[in-house]
């Protein structure tokens, strides 16, 4: 596969430059090993007061959770993640519970938590030689029914994890996507002082 190198402005580790988000998936198995390896490094994100708000549900693609967590996606999604190893849900917790339910308080970071969380994952996901997904394009009202999710908690988005494949396996108005995209620079995003727009 011939992908085109990013241009960089910056001397950041190529890792953060090496992960993007293909939807040409190989259909391979992943070993637990592997996803719980993800797992873990995801565990290492920061959060407020150390409350890690963040949880994963996966099926894994041989697994009997597979059909399900795939229908649960909206169809174009479908089209594509149906090749992919494994596809979690991440969701977290908008309430800090110590004690119990009736002394929480909350929890203003619950998805900023999350997402840091998700950024290790995915950074993991691809020191391993694995690629990753997110997406929000998931029917959030019928996960929550399926998953059994308590209304506390947000689910943020689904991920797809998969080796990457030709992009020939893509519908064809897919393929001509199927590249890493750039970034803003710096000065776009980042103002010393006021908001800047």
């Known amino acids: 596969m011939n992908i085109p190198a990013r241009a960089v402005t910056r001397d950041v580790d190529p890792l953060f430059v090496e992960r993007w988000s293909p939807r040409a998936f ?65 969701l977290s ?13 909350p929890l203003r970071s619950h998805s900023f938590d999350a997402g840091a969380a998700w950024a290790l994952l995915a950074l993991q996901a691809t020191r391993l030689g694995y690629h990753s997904h997110g997406m929000t394009g998931v029917d959030f009202d019928k996960a ?15 991920v797809a994890i998969g080796r990457i494949a030709d992009k020939s396996v893509l ?4 393929q001509a996507r199927e590249h890493p995209s750039g970034r803003r620079d710096i000065s776009e ?9």
Do not use: C
């Open 26 to 90: 190989d259909g391979s198995s992943i070993p637990q090993e592997d996803l719980d390896t993800m797992f873990e490094a995801a565990g290492w994100a920061p959060s407020a007061f150390n409350y890690q708000p963040w949880r994963f549900l996966y099926a894994r693609r041989e697994g009997a959770d597979w059909g399900r967590f795939l229908e649960l996606l909206l169809p174009f999604n479908q089209s594509w993640v149906q090749n992919a190893s494994a596809l979690v849900y991440i």
């Open 189 to 197: 995003f980042a103002h010393a002082g006021n908001f800047a727009g």
């Open 171 to 174: 519908p064809e108005a897919l």
């Open 93 to 105: 917790d908008t309430l800090m519970v110590r004690e119990s339910v009736e002394d929480a308080k």
């Open 144 to 158: 929550r029914e399926e998953l059994a999710v308590p209304q506390r908690f947000h689910i943020e988005a689904a």
